[in-house]
């Protein structure tokens, strides 16, 4: 295809700790990867950076295709960045009187989310955080009702106007409303909320009022709380970054509505009315990006590895299908967020490194040098050495070629930091100490991923591993190594491979609502008609919503797929599972059994089927909608395989690398210029402008008509 006849369709967007990806997709389903520096205080300056890096490839230009794409979806950190550096608005917080002291005090298990096992056990590591809203900003109402729903004490609405008021006189910036078991029984929440916006517009002020049955109507009262609050205290406020990176892109002469990655893997407008849901964005693109590449190959699991600056994310997709955590915790908090399930280790290519004074043994992270990459950065500002020094250090990375070569690290002030704060401190050699780190880095992920395979029922033999992100290449064959995986696959775009997924996600909404609906063994046809009529309600509810968060889009109501999903379990047991519906509807008895046939087969498959205990009846805890519209998506290559031998001009010479105790000869290869069918082998180093891919001794890779590497281990 000539350049001129490119026409940009597509612009996903990974905007990370340390750096920014765009990944940008053609009409043809053609992409492009572009990579820069992340710039934290306005991050609108490093997607354009980025965007520009993408279009080089292409060689043509931001002002010739912005104005040609038809769609954004942007993936970010800044408002989880937010909400752990505790820098939100000043939230006022109603609830019950007599439970004021409930959100201060949190679940149990917020006690020691985020420590190690160790930190959990001594006082003068152990600390809790301080709550959101404080005591001071948090106001009690008199009212109560039951866990069935029933009004036990009417609420007094003579106590709203003070409380509203008292929150108003210490200048809160928003107020939240949330009561006990308001999910079934929204009347009081909202008789709150309506005159809360009375007393302020008396008072003169304009600040926005939160109910938490009008976000997240479901049960677990901190959860529901803790998420309603971060939507005043850190979504909310998170729009002004969306709207300065909408206005960079219209001034480019885009013309789109840009859309947001949300934790359930959808993708949904940034005038979403629960911004929440995008809290972690950035991480499930790539776990999409997984899903979506595996059902091009036919491949149903897989094992997702992501290595960035700053931590290594994980995820399993079994039989094709996401696991979903609907109570996950984040900045040690327990929130009500359906969210893609994923276990995240502050280990990545930027995590510091300590010597622990006490035993003299290496640490790593969790915290990182972020965008800073390192001491090796050549403008400073980091004093503590990290991963990528080692890297450095070792040869494993070029440091004329950071970047592409727009910025050049500094070898000699990375070997000097790490002879001084890891080597002479060892008692080893500079060469010795970084490897060290290495080779502890990777270990580390190995126990990390096998863990979290084991830990589920399942081997890793089970199981296709992609490695991406921009420090995954590096380490794919240290963290596999021996693990038994069917293949290991890296993409030649793992460095933009969170980008990517964006790119593959649907435009989507999903809403969910807490159900009790018990139906005994041996109930007759009436209780299960019963059941589903509440069912079904539920669901029209909400697709409602979804239909009105669609409007927003200028998406009518049939544009859209609606999937109905609910979440079933059998009496008395403790966790639910979540279930596509076979039906299109509830409309008779024979749809009660669809719903049950399913949840069995389910539950079969995820237990066993000796577990099945239809004797003890069903309860149906929860009814789910998701609404999805057909968008774009990225075309997956398909390229001849021209043969074993890599072309000659992808070899660009010899580099030294410390392996082991020695320094041995490298071939280093252009990742961009290898061929599909090219067979590399040890000691290579594959170097592309965004990432590097290191095949050391024992390993051989071969590229694919996909253009994706299949890394082997050889007996």
């Known amino acids: 295809m000539t350049i001129s006849a490119r026409k940009a369709q597509i612009l996903a967007i990974d905007a990370g700790g340390t750096m920014t990806d765009t990944f940008i997709i053609d009409d043809n389903g053609d992409f492009v990867v572009g990579k820069a520096q992340s710039t934290p205080h306005d991050e609108s300056i490093g997607l354009l950076n980025s965007a520009r890096d993408a279009l080089t490839y292409w060689g043509t230009t931001v002002e010739d295709e912005f104005p040609k794409l038809l769609a954004g979806v942007y993936s970010g950190t800044a408002m989880l960045n937010r909400l752990v550096s505790r820098n939100g608005r000043k939230v006022g917080l109603i609830v019950n009187k007599g439970m004021e002291d409930f959100h201060r005090m949190g679940r149990a298990i917020q006690a020691y989310l985020g420590y190690s096992y160790s930190d959990r056990l001594h006082l003068n590591t152990h600390r809790f955080d301080p709550p959101l809203v404080s005591r001071e900003c948090t106001k009690g109402i008199t009212e109560r009702v039951d866990l069935f729903g029933n009004v036990v004490i009417p609420l007094y609405e003579h106590e709203i106007e003070p409380a509203v008021s008292e929150l108003l006189e210490q200048d809160v910036e928003a107020i939240v409303i949330s009561l006990l078991h308001s999910y079934k029984f929204p009347v009081h929440e909202r008789k709150i909320r309506d005159l809360a916006k009375e007393v302020i517009k008396k008072a003169g002020k304009d600040i926005p009022v939160f109910a938490s049955v009008d976000y997240y109507p479901v049960r677990k009262e901190t959860h529901r709380t803790n998420t309603t609050i971060i939507e005043a205290y850190a979504a909310d406020p998170s729009r002004e970054t969306l709207s300065k990176i909408d206005s960079m892109l219209q001034d480019h002469g885009a013309d789109f509505d840009l859309r947001v990655m949300a934790s359930h893997g959808g993708t949904i407008s940034t005038k979403a009315n629960e911004l929440a849901r995008t809290l972690v964005s950035g991480p499930i693109g790539g776990v999409i990006g997984a899903k979506y590449l595996g059902e091009h190959l036919g491949i149903r699991n897989i094992a997702c590895s992501d290595i960035g600056g700053t931590s290594f994310d994980m995820a399993l997709i079994t039989q094709g299908d996401l696991s979903i955590n609907t109570s996950p915790d984040m900045a040690r908090l327990v929130l009500s967020l359906p969210l893609v399930a994923m276990d995240t280790v502050g280990a990545g290519a930027g995590s510091f490194v300590r010597i622990d004074p006490n035993f003299k043994s290496l640490t790593l ?351």
Not at 627 to 643: N, T, Y
């Open 365 to 715: 992270g969790p915290d990182s040098a972020g965008s800073r990459v390192g001491v090796c950065y050549p403008d400073g500002g980091i004093d503590t050495v990290t991963v990528s020094d080692c890297h450095v250090v070792l040869g494993l990375i070029n440091p004329n070629n950071f970047l592409g070569g727009e910025v050049k690290l500094d070898p000699k002030r990375a070997y000097e930091a790490v002879k001084k704060q890891v080597a002479e401190p060892l008692g080893l050699s500079v060469e010795d100490a970084a490897y060290g780190v290495i080779d502890l880095l990777e270990s580390q992920l190995r126990n990390y991923l096998e863990s979290m395979i084991l830990g589920k029922g399942y081997s890793p033999s089970q199981y296709v591993c992609f490695s991406y992100g921009g420090g995954g290449p590096l380490h794919t064959a240290g963290y596999t190594k021996a693990l038994g995986f069917e293949d290991v696959m890296v993409p030649a775009w793992a460095a933009g491979f969170s980008a990517f997924g964006c790119g593959a996600a649907d435009f989507e909404y999903r809403y969910d609502k807490t159900l009790d609906l018990n139906v005994d063994p041996d109930a007759g046809d009436e209780s299960k008609l019963k059941a589903g009529k509440e069912l079904q309600d539920a669901w029209d509810e909400l697709m409602e919503k979804v239909a009105v968060e669609f409007e927003k889009n200028q998406f009518q109501r049939e544009d859209v797929d609606f999937r109905l999903y609910f979440r079933m379990q059998y009496q008395g047991q403790l966790n639910d599972l979540e279930i596509e519906a076979p039906i299109s509807a509830f409309r008779s008895v024979s749809d009660w059994e669809s719903l049950v046939e399913s949840f069995e087969e389910t539950y079969t498959r995820i237990y066993a089927k000796a577990a099945t205990s239809p004797e003890l009846g069903y309860s149906i805890t929860g009814a789910i909608i998701r609404g999805v519209v057909e968008v774009a998506k990225p075309r997956i290559s398909e390229e001849p395989l021209v043969g074993e031998k890599p072309p000659g001009d992808a070899f660009l010479g010899q580099r030294d690398v410390y392996w082991k105790g020695e320094w041995i000869k490298a071939n280093i290869w252009e990742m961009e210029k290898l061929l599909p069918g090219n067979k590399i082998s040890a000691f290579a180093i594959l170097e592309s402008p965004a990432t590097t891919f290191v095949i050391p001794p024992g390993f051989e890779a071969t590229l694919d008509g996909h253009r994706i590497f299949h890394l082997k281990e050889l007996s």
